[in-house]
């Protein structure tokens, strides 16, 4: 059972808008702590995709954002494609637990 | 370019004992917290441990708290991760993770390829 709750898996046509949830708590999301995304192809290491919230590091394509309210986040694709289809993971803070905590990811499925 | 390369994996039996290493290169190591996150077969990622960049600081999961224990070599850009007692449910594919930050917000912003551990008789 992970601390953020992701659905386990999502899907949508080429083309199309996707939304992946991250919710979490008042000791993780809803406390401040910034929430970042990773994607993740089979046997390849995550790749870090929204760092804090909703920025993008360098060389990944503006069809990626992120959002966070509350004790929940949002990972949005837009414009889908089929080389989106991955696992992708938010993680954050926990100062319960006093560490670090991942979603239990998403496996995104382009039609 | 920022390059971990992970190694030290294999096949260990119920308690018994692995040490992995994560050569870093291409960024400030000495600058820069340094984690294991691991991912077991078919399954999601799960923080391991974290070593502040001067390695005065320690965190781990409670999964391996008192058996797992990280440090690092700043004079030689590498971390490492003591695994001792190992179980069955620490069979996972090991990656360590560059902090982008020096506070509990931190991302992973570079992952090495991963090294896999395997607990079983």
């Known amino acids: 059972q992970s601390v953020l709750t992701q659905p386990p898996s999502v899907s949508g046509a080429p083309g199309q808008r996707v939304t992946i949830s991250c919710t979490g708590s008042?000791?993780?999301?809803?406390?401040?702590?910034?929430v970042h995304w990773y994607q993740q192809f089979p046997g390849t290491a995550p790749k870090l995709l929204i760092y804090?919230?909703?920025n993008r590091p360098s060389g990944v394509p503006d069809r990626f954002s992120g959002s966070k309210s509350g004790t929940s986040a949002s990972l949005a694709i837009t414009g889908l494609q089929a080389e989106d289809e991955a696992d992708y993971y938010c993680?954050?803070?926990?100062?319960?637990?006093?560490?670090?905590?991942f979603g239990g990811g998403t496996k995104l499925t382009v039609l | 370019e920022v390059q971990l390369l992970e190694s030290g994996g294999g096949l260990v039996q119920p308690g018994g004992s692995l040490r992995l290493s994560c050569a870093a290169s291409?960024?400030?190591?000495?600058?820069?917290?340094m984690s294991w996150v691991r991912q077991a077969p078919g399954k999601g990622l799960e923080w391991v441990s974290t070593?502040?960049?001067?390695?005065?600081?320690?965190y781990y999961a409670d999964s391996v708290k008192g058996r797992f224990t990280i440090s690092r070599d700043n004079s030689k850009n590498t971390l490492y991760l003591q695994m001792n007692s190992l179980r069955g449910e620490d069979t996972a594919v090991y990656f360590c993770?560059?902090?982008?930050?020096?506070?509990?917000?931190?991302?992973?912003?570079?992952w090495g390829q991963g090294t896999l551990v395997t607990v079983s008789s």
């Open positions: 993770a560059k902090a982008d930050r020096t506070t509990v917000t931190t991302a992973f912003d570079y």
């Open positions: 291409g960024f400030t190591f000495s600058s820069n917290a």
């Open positions: 070593i502040s960049a001067s390695g005065g600081s320690t």
């Open positions: 008042s000791s993780n999301i809803g406390a401040g702590y910034d």
């Open positions: 804090g919230n909703n």
């Open positions: 993680q954050s803070y926990d100062s319960s637990l006093s560490g670090w905590v």
